[in-house]
């Protein structure tokens, strides 16, 4: 799993030692996101329709936040919040009506 950080500063010029809740000081919010990517082989995908069925199926599955469709490769790219059950990818896809050849190490 991977972790991302990010760090907002906001100041003023008129910046004092205040702690920037009423907005004249400097503040620092962090905030952290947790995410998963994962990339499958899919089978017998061949147009615009075969990529638009595929993404539909995926982004049902639980934790599924983004999915990404490479038709030239057959290449499938899924961020979720959490690690992905192989056998829950490969229903989505066969509901599209495709095969799920594998995951791809990264």
């Known amino acids: 799993m991977s972790e991302t950080t990010v760090t907002i500063e906001s100041s003023s ?11 004249t000081g400097a503040a620092k919010t962090h ?12 089978k017998g995908m061949t147009c615009g329709h075969c990529v638009t069925s595929v993404t539909a199926e995926l982004k049902k599955v639980d934790g599924v936040t983004e999915v990404a469709v490479d038709l030239a490769t057959g290449q499938v ?30």
Request: charge should be negative.
């Open 77 to 106: 790219t899924v961020d979720s919040t959490e690690p992905l059950v192989d056998g829950d990818v490969a229903a989505a896809v066969d509901e599209a009506g495709y095969d799920l050849a594998g995951r791809l190490d990264g």
């Open 31 to 42: 905030a952290t996101a947790s995410a998963e990517r994962t990339v499958f082989q899919v």
């Open 13 to 23: 010029p008129e910046a004092s030692s205040c702690c920037g809740s009423c907005g």
